[in-house]
Every structure is written in C-alpha cells, then in structure tokens.
C-alpha cells in the first residue's frame, strides 16, 4: 500500500520519522531549539530594521525642512537712493 502514496506524501512521512528520531536525540534537540531560536531572533531584528527605515525617512524630511529654514533670506534689490545735489 506504501507504493500507491504519491511521492510528496511520502516525503512528509519520512520527514516526520526524521523530526520524531532527531528529537530524541538530546543533540539534535538542543540544534533544532538554536535553529528556532535563531529564526525567532532573525524575525525580531527583521522588524527592528523596518522600524528603522521610516524613523530614517522622517529623519530626511525633517533635515531638509530644517536647512530651507537656515538659508539666508534672499534679498531684494536695493532701490537707488535719490542723488542730492548739494549746493
């Protein structure tokens, strides 16, 4: 009856006879919880650097903000003073 089983199939099978040994094995138990613990860590960090991009893309617009707020004002043309003539 193992034949009429499609290949995917049986390949979870062995796969869970695999998992079900290797977590007895008090090696392979302690490297399967660090591959987790590992994923878990990746995860977390993953989320910390998108937090980190849009906290650098208001930081941008807010530096470019502040520098059209430093420049000089632009000044004027000065109207010409009226000549006097003194006499």
Do not use: W
Not at 22 to 43: H, I, M
Not at 60 to 70: G, I, N, S, T
């Amino acid at each position: 009856m193992a034949q009429n089983r499609n290949p995917l199939s049986q390949l979870a099978s062995f796969g869970e006879d695999v998992l079900g040994k290797a977590s007895k094995n008090p090696t392979a138990s302690r490297v399967l919880q660090s591959a987790n613990q590992l994923r878990d860590r990746v995860d977390d960090l993953s989320k910390r650097v998108r937090g980190l991009d849009v906290l650098e893309r208001r930081v941008d617009e807010l530096e470019q903000r502040v520098a059209k707020l430093e420049k000089p004002p632009r000044r004027t043309a000065a109207k010409p003073k009226p000549k006097t003539e003194a006499g």
